[in-house]
């Protein structure tokens, strides 16, 4: 089954946003398999958003994702990758709607309160780099029957 990884950044954890965040991801179907309250670290984050390094902004994005803890977590179910990715809204706050996450709760790019994995690979890239395999479990959920045909 598909995997992805999301994160509560520091404002999300500090706003007191993680339980909407937990509730939007569980309500819609997916299965929670992975969860910590973590502080990320520098070479951590540098290997996360190793895409983003010749930004003019990733200096103050490592900043922003090392000012508190980040509820890092991850979820499985069918296209969990592309339906979490619905779930967060678009990057740019302007640009997400209301209903989604980012739409219904942040107001600037640097405070997108969220992070989700972009595509299969990079959520199995993702989830190694802040998980080690046995933090991870497996279980079976009592709501698939209800939630799959
Ligand atoms: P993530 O889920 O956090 O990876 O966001 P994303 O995939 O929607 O966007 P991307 O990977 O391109 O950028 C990662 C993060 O960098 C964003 O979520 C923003 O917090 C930040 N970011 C991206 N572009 C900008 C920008 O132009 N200015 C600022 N200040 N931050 C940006
Ligand atoms: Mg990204």
Redesign the pocket.
Known sequence: TERTFIAVKPDGVQRALFPEVLRRFSQKGFKLVGIKLTFAKEELLREH?SD?QSKP?FP??LSYMMSGPVLATVWEGKDVVKQGRAL?GA?NPLQSAPGTIRGDFALD??R?II??S?SVESAEKEIALWFKKDELVSYKSEMYGWIYE
Request: glycine content about 16%; charged content about 10%.
């Open positions: 958003y983003l902004f103050s994005l967060l990057t790019m640097g997108n992070h989700g972009d």
